[in-house]
């Protein structure tokens, strides 16, 4: 079963949970060229498994997917995820992050999302840590995350590892928050 959680908002985003109905909507944003390219799993994915995903989905404690939207007008923005979610370790991993719909991007709606996202993690679910990985070619997004109080604990050529603990959330969060409102 799902941790339970209040869906979350800012002046400009509400994030709610995943729904069936969102699922085509989703799979394009994902086989975006523009977006597959960022994700380590870069093939195209087909609505079959996209649903045979969504039915697993439902069934795991561990892993919460968010649609953020727009909050005057509802319309849907992009995804942000937690998965991996431990309990017992309060740790999770951040994830499955795009922004479907170009005209919102490069406006701080992604950051927003992210951080909002991080708020649930750490108020709502209990975490104390968490961790992601990227593309070292994707810096707009390790600049969004280090904006929200991430840091690099490794790099390779591939992948930029980053962690962020609940402590180091709490130094920015208000700040942030303050900033986007």
């Known amino acids: 079963m799902k941790p339970n959680f209040t869906p ?7 994030l709610r949970m995943l ?6 909507m989703t799979r394009n944003w994902r086989n975006h060229p523009d977006i597959r390219k960022h994700f380590f799993y870069d093939q195209v994915i087909e609505a079959t498994n996209h649903l045979a995903w969504f ?8 892993e919460l997917v968010f649609i953020f ?10 995804q942000t995820s937690l998965y991996s979610i431990d309990p017992n370790q309060q740790t999770a991993t951040f994830g499955r992050f795009m922004i479907g719909e170009s005209k919102f991007r490069g406006r701080g709606f992604g950051t927003e999302s992210l951080a909002l996202t991080c708020r649930i993690g750490f108020r709502q679910i209990d975490l104390q840590t968490i961790t992601l990985e990227v593309k070292p070619e994707n810096t ?27 402590d180091d959330f709490k130094q920015h969060e208000d700040t942030f928050f303050n900033e986007v409102s």
């Open 140 to 166: 707009i997004a390790i600049a969004s995350y280090m904006s929200v109080g991430f840091t690099i604990s490794e790099t390779t050529p591939t992948t930029v590892s980053m962690i962020l603990t609940s």
């Open 55 to 62: 039915q697993q989905y439902l069934s795991k404690a561990e």
């Open 69 to 78: 939207e727009h909050s005057a007008s509802g319309e849907p923005i992009g």
């Open 19 to 24: 729904r069936v109905g969102d699922l085509e």
């Open 8 to 14: 979350d908002h800012s002046n400009r985003l509400t």
